[in-house]
């Protein structure tokens, strides 16, 4: 339990379906972060959001659209998505400080679009 | 943000030590340096954090030389359960809107019995 809950562990979805990605954490983090992990590949960073504000879009399709309505929650809205869009999204959280920040990961979301 | 380049893939057998080195050759001065390790289909988990010389925990140690320009992770007496992928990371922790925490490909580590 590393105080980052993600829902659901794990979605499949049609290309047309709507469908949302929850991330909560309760550590008093400032900073959160979206990831994607196809398989047997690194980590691609898609969104960082510090103080509810989106600092980071690394390039991502508008058919993800990330929402940050408080610093404890993070969304990921998926529409129109493709077969390439399975994969393993992970939610982190991490506190900048002087020293000793480390960041907390959630157990992901295991995504298949059918 | 600095680059890191970390070995692919490393091979060990059980109680051994496991030594994985990072080099950050344009490392910035507030950046310090962080690693993670990942098992399949899991986010992944802080281990280590260190600026210069040496720091240790119970997990592991994380060794810097003086110009900073890489870093080496050692991992002591390593058993089945520490096969995973591991990162090294370089930046400002104390920069909010800086650090980013961008993973690169990681070395993956299989211990062997």
Sequence with gaps: ETGVT??????????????????????????????????????ELMFVYNFKEQTEN??????????????????????TLQPEDSALYLCA?????DFGTEAFFGQGTRLTVV | LAKTTQPVSMDSYEGQEVNITCSHNNIATNDYITWYQQFPSQGP?????????????????????????????????????????????????????????????????????
């Design chain 1, 6 to 43: 993600q829902t659901p562990r794990h979605l499949v979805m049609g290309m047309t379906n709507k469908k949302s990605l929850k991330c909560e954490q309760h550590l008093g983090h400032n900073a959160m972060y979206w990831y994607k992990q196809s398989a047997k590949k690194p980590l």
């Design chain 2, 45 to 113: 988990r802080f281990i280590i954090q260190g600026y210069k010389t040496k720091v240790t925990n119970e997990v592991a140690s994380l060794f810097i030389p003086a110009d900073r320009k890489s870093s080496t992770l050692s991992l002591p007496r390593v058993s089945l359960s520490d096969t995973a992928v591991y990162y090294c990371l370089v930046g400002d922790i104390r920069a909010s809107n800086d650090y980013k925490l961008s993973f690169g490909a990681g070395t993956t580590v299989t211990v062997r019995a």
């Design chain 1, 93 to 97: 959280s991490s506190q900048p400080r």
């Design chain 1, 58 to 79: 690394n390039s991502v399709p508008s058919r993800f659209s990330p929402e940050c309505p408080n610093s404890s929650h993070l969304f990921l809205h998926l529409h």
